[in-house]
């Protein structure tokens, strides 16, 4: 089964470090989600993007969060500098929307300290 | 703003018993999604409805779309312990046009527990 994947999938480090997760989509999907997941907020939207382009990035906080597309089989985003309340995890996700659905990544699990 | 809320966020079911649990959004659209969480894991595609009175069976679970009402419904019957796991619908809003989909907004989740 094709999957996406995540890298790492954990992720330790200390306040003000910079931090950038990684997801290879499935070969074909058009459309890449970042999302956060925290006990106390849920599934929130970061960022996506159609086509590599980034369509909608408003969930994101602008001053230390960046999501980008350089190429179709790579998603990244870096945290610069990174916060205790970053500790979540960041999950990744690719689709085409319709029938296919969207498949999501094994997550980074991020703890700040 | 799209909001998604699932009724109950919690259920405590025992084996053998049938029960529905709910998903309410407050803007059009006519796709969504329902995904299934073990703790701990990723999400895993449960069901895709795109149309207005989609019905999807899998097992014991059977989910439906009615896009009148904005309430998608998973239904479960006789359930058994492996069922037990976070339940989450999520709604795929077009943009204003209507042509183009690929945002999702999440419920909170449905935390399942299956008991003798």
């Known amino acids: 089964d094709a999957r996406v994947t995540q890298t790492p999938r954990h992720k330790v480090t200390e306040m003000g470090q910079e931090v950038t997760m990684r997801c290879q989509p499935i070969l074909g999907h058009n459309t890449v989600f970042w999302y956060r997941q925290t006990m106390m907020q849920g599934l929130e939207l970061l960022a996506y993007f159609r086509n590599r382009a980034p369509l909608d990035d408003s969930g994101m906080p602008k001053d230390r969060f960046s999501a980008e597309m350089p190429d179709a089989t790579l998603a990244t985003l870096k945290i610069q500098p990174s916060e205790p309340r970053d500790s979540a995890v960041y999950f990744c996700?690719?689709?085409?929307?319709?029938?296919?659905?969207?498949?999501f990544g094994s997550g980074t699990r991020l703890t700040v300290v | 703003e799209l909001k998604v809320e699932q009724n109950p966020l919690f259920l405590s079911m025992q084996e053998g018993k049938n029960y529905t649990i709910y998903c309410n959004y407050s803007?059009?659209?006519?796709?969504l999604y329902w995904y299934r969480q073990d703790p701990g894991k990723s999400l895993e595609s449960l069901f895709v409805l795109l149309s207005n009175g989609a019905v999807k069976q899998e097992g014991r679970l059977m989910a439906s779309l009615d896009t009148k009402a904005r309430l998608s419904t998973l239904h479960i019957t006789a359930a058994v312990h492996d069922l037990s796991a976070t339940y989450f619908c999520a709604v795929d809003k077009p943009n204003a046009g209507g042509t183009s989909y690929g945002k999702l907004t999440f419920g909170q989740g449905t935390i399942l527990t299956v008991h003798p």
């Open positions: 803007t059009t659209s006519d796709r």
């Open positions: 996700a690719s689709g085409s929307g319709g029938a296919g659905g969207y498949t």
